[in-house]
């Protein structure tokens, strides 16, 4: 392991993964007790705990931003076309392209034409709302650019304010999509202006009183394992809330999955691709390719639960987005450190 330079637990991170879901989904069965305790800690559909292990994760990442970088990379606006068009003008009509195919068509057997139509849905949903939050997480696992990767996902966050809604009500039809503001204000909130101001004020504070050395060579050091624990824990709890639905539903949570599986890996190939023939580094290709690839599941999930209801199958499609997106993102990172000498090296 010594040869390779990867630690022991990076190594076999997802075998964690798997225990940690495997312990979810036993909580969620066994002791639901904890996920409905926890469940009263929520607010505008977003998660206090979950929230708090999503801080924990960027936090580190954002220790490595300091201004004068985030001011660079609003000069460099290629990574940031690749991400916007992929994000915007073409990853919803993807998403509702193979959803459609699939569970309407190739699975029209097996599910009811209207419950197929609230799956779609909900699918929908997701691809209209790219990552918010644990982007960052991905980002650092693949050592993505933090400063580029905050641009990026500011940019998207304010495109989100006036595209989500006329995009999804086109694709569905519908006139009465709205754009829930706590849910999306609450998340950027959270997973962006917090980490963000406590990375900076961390990062001036400990500069001036210790200096650049220690805070790059001791300092960071200590938050070397805190994204990749913070992100187990997440799962455990994430699953932990799904552990009924997720033994209950087993066959259509896995037709769901399918279509929303090959979304993600072709918006990453798109984004990714373009990236590389347009020649970026590998710090802003990546993060820029897994914006898209992920969702903005909270966004997601307060939509399909306000238009069709908790129990709708556009909920349970939202929710499956959250189940799938994580063994699948860590997939698509481990895609991107092999690939990494397509990319031209940083000057």
């Not at 997802?14 to 926890?38: M, S």
Request: hydrophobic share 60%; proline share 5%; aromatic share 14%.
């Amino acid at each position: 392991m010594e040869k390779t330079g990867m630690p022991f637990f990076e190594k076999f991170l997802t075998l964690w993964v798997l225990l940690c879901i495997g312990v979810g989904v036993a909580i969620g069965r066994f002791l639901p007790v904890v996920p409905e305790t926890l469940s009263l800690f929520e607010y505008a559909n977003v998660s206090i705990p979950v929230a708090i292990l999503i801080w924990l994760m960027i936090y580190p990442m954002m220790l490595k931003i300091d201004f004068s970088s985030i001011v660079g990379a609003t000069k460099k606006p290629r990574g940031l076309t690749v991400t916007t068009v992929t994000n915007w003008l073409i990853k919803p009509f993807t998403m509702y392209g193979i959803a459609f195919f699939f569970l309407r068509i190739v699975f029209g057997q097996l599910i009811e034409v209207p419950l197929a139509n609230e799956y779609l849905a909900g699918a929908v949903l997701l691809g209209a709302a790219p990552c918010t939050a644990m982007v960052f997480v991905w980002s650092h696992l693949s050592k993505g650019d933090p400063a580029y990767t905050l641009v990026q996902v500011a940019v998207n966050d304010l495109i989100i304010l006036f595209a989500f809604t006329p995009i999804v009500a086109f694709l569905l039809g519908l006139t009465d999509v709205f754009l829930p503001w706590d849910t999306l204000l609450l998340s950027v909130f959270l997973f962006v202006v917090i980490p963000f101001a406590a990375g900076y004020v961390s990062r001036i504070a400990i500069i001036k009183k210790k200096g650049t050395e220690y805070f790059e060579n001791n300092f960071l050091k200590k938050f070397k394992y805190v994204t990749i624990i913070g992100l187990l824990l997440t799962l455990i709890i994430i699953f932990s809330f799904q552990g009924e639905t997720i033994l209950a539903n087993p066959i259509h949570i896995v037709l769901i999955a399918i279509p929303l599986t090959i979304q993600t890996f072709l918006i990453f190939t798109i984004a990714y691709g373009w990236a590389k023939a347009w020649k970026l580094s590998h710090s802003v290709a990546a993060p820029g390719a897994f914006i898209g690839a992920s969702n903005f599941f909270e966004l997601a999930v307060a939509v399909a639960i306000s238009l069709f209801g908790l129990q709708s199958g556009a909920a349970l499609a939202t929710v499956v987005g959250v189940l799938v997106e994580v063994p699948v993102m860590l997939g698509l990172v481990a895609i991107a450190n092999k690939t990494r000498h397509w990319f031209p090296v940083k000057k």
